[in-house]
């Protein structure tokens, strides 16, 4: 009866109440304890009022959470919801209306069992980010090919990068190229341990024309014609990388000396967009403006 009333929607208790109403509170709670041994329901936080939803889920679905404690599941589930940006354990005690004692007890059983994983933030570094095994964390977490594995900005690969590029336009018959043309040869020099996605590569040459080192131009039909198709599962990324396929770049003829942009971390920042004086995010409180300005 009570899994009757879930099949429609998540509900509370008072819900199934309503919807049941010659159980008691002592059968509806016996009935829960059985939908959840037996892997038929679920239990969520209602985000408005952290009150206690029940949802019935198809056994197929939680045949990997096997075993897990109620409070197990709910930490699962907050994960779950967090997709590739993560959570972190200050924001599943809020979630789940748990101690934080009982979130890194849960956030421990949850890694035993390879079910969720940790990932530094490139932001905080004293923040882990929770998500699932399988998922592959935001750019916004990890920073992107433009980090190392210890979260540091890597100003001696933006360099190589530079350079590369360069010679790559400087060699070429009509001496420019399209996003296209670059991100296949640095696909094919193999010098980043993270592939770099068009819109890794359009980043990387819309900075080097702020530097003045590139400067975009609209290249003639015959020029066009040499440029190589897109690589294999392009057309995937959506109408933006299409478009960026389709700018054109060529070596500035008055190239600076100095490398400002690059040299920063602002400039392949994943989350520049949103640094402000004032805001959550700020120069003031960047500590790889810090540690460059220390350089």
């Known amino acids: 009866m009570v899994l009757a009333a879930l099949q429609r929607r998540p509900l509370v208790d008072a819900d199934v109440e309503a919807a049941c109403p010659s159980l008691t509170k002592q059968a509806r709670m016996g009935a829960y304890n059985r939908l959840l041994h037996t892997e038929r329901m679920q239990v969520l936080r209602r985000p408005s009022d952290k009150a206690i939803l029940y949802k019935a889920v198809v056994r197929s679905e939680t045949a990997h959470l096997t075993g897990l404690s109620v409070q197990d599941r709910l930490v699962y589930a907050e994960v779950d ?96 190229a399209s996003v296209a043309a670059v991100e296949r040869y640095l696909a094919d020099l193999k010098i980043s341990n993270e592939a770099l996605r068009t819109s890794h590569v359009h980043t990387l040459l819309n900075v080097m024309e702020l530097d003045a080192i590139v400067e975009a131009v609209s290249p003639t039909r015959a020029e066009m014609a040499d440029e190589p198709p897109a690589p294999a599962g392009a057309a995937a990324e959506g109408e933006e990388a299409s478009r960026a396929r389709s700018t054109f770049f060529r070596v500035n003829k008055q190239v600076p000396h100095v490398l400002s942009v690059a040299n920063t971390p602002c400039g392949v920042c994943p989350v520049a967009k949103d640094c402000h004086p004032d805001g959550i995010i700020s120069p003031r409180t960047c500590i790889y403006i810090d540690e460059w300005l220390n350089f």
Request: charge should be positive.
């Open 81 to 176: 919801k967090a997709k590739a940006a993560g959570t972190w354990t200050k924001e599943l005690r809020i979630r789940c209306g748990l101690t934080i004692a009982a979130v890194k007890k849960s956030v421990a059983n949850l890694e035993a069992r390879k079910l969720i994983k940790g990932v530094n933030n490139v932001q905080y570094k004293n923040r882990k980010m929770y998500m699932l095994v399988g998922v592959e964390p935001a750019q916004a977490v990890t920073g992107g090919p433009w980090y190392t594995d210890e979260k540091e900005f890597d100003t001696e690969f933006i360099r190589v990068l530079y350079n590369q590029v360069q010679e790559f336009l400087k060699s070429r018959p009509h001496k420019m």
